[in-house]
Structure formats: C-alpha cells, structure tokens
Nanobody, 120 residues
C-alpha cells in the first residue's frame, strides 16, 4: 500500500507564491504518473498538473505559465511551484499517483489534501 504525504499549503496574498510537495511512501514497483488536482468549494475536482514517467507534463489552461510541476524520481516526490497566485486558485489541493505495485497491478493513490487560500 502506498501513502502520499503532502505539505506546503497555506495562506498567501494575491500575486504570491507557494510550493507544494508530495512524497509517495510504500511498496512501489514503478510510478506511471504523479500529479496535482484541486477542488474548490462547490466545484468538482479538476486536474491541475501531471507529470508522467518520461517527464512530459500537462497543465489545466488556467495555470499555464504560472504553475510548474516537477518530479524527483529517486525520492518518488512531486512538487508544484505556484507563482502569481490568484484568489480563484483557492482550493484543497490533492496529490495523486498512478503506480504499479508489481508487474501486473496498476493502482491509484491519493493524498489527504492540503488547503491553499489566496486572499488579501
């Protein structure tokens, strides 16, 4: 079983920056992808950014040019650098990984969520 340990959320003023971290801990054969999702009050969860094992990244249009996802394969850790934050970025951010526990099984794991609040 894999656990995702998130950190880095908090309160920041508009225009500010935050960096989220997420470490995957447990029995991992290999990781297919890691990413960040978010859910604002009254809204559905949406993908923010993902990075696959080959290094390719994908972002929701609303964060392109402001957020950067990166991954440390040796540490099974993913980061989300968030710059030029806006009030509409306020949400609970969830880390996700799609991984193989062995050659045959592909599983998903989710973090507990970390709150990001952008407000003056």
């Amino acid at each position: 079983q894999v656990h995702l340990v998130e950190s880095g959320g908090g309160l920041v003023q508009p225009g500010g920056s935050l960096r989220l971290s997420c470490a995957a801990i447990g029995s991992i054969f290999s990781i297919n992808s890691m990413g960040w999702y978010r859910q604002a009050p009254g809204k559905q969860r949406e993908m923010v950014a993902t990075v696959i094992s080959g290094g390719s990244t994908n972002y929701v249009d609303s964060v392109k040019g402001r957020f950067t996802i990166s991954r440390d394969n040796a540490k099974n850790t993913v980061y989300l650098q968030m710059n030029s934050l806006k009030p509409e970025d306020t949400a609970v951010y969830y880390c996700n990984t799609r991984y193989k526990s062995d050659v045959f099984r592909t599983l998903d794991a989710w973090g507990q969520g970390t709150l990001v609040t952008v407000s003056s």
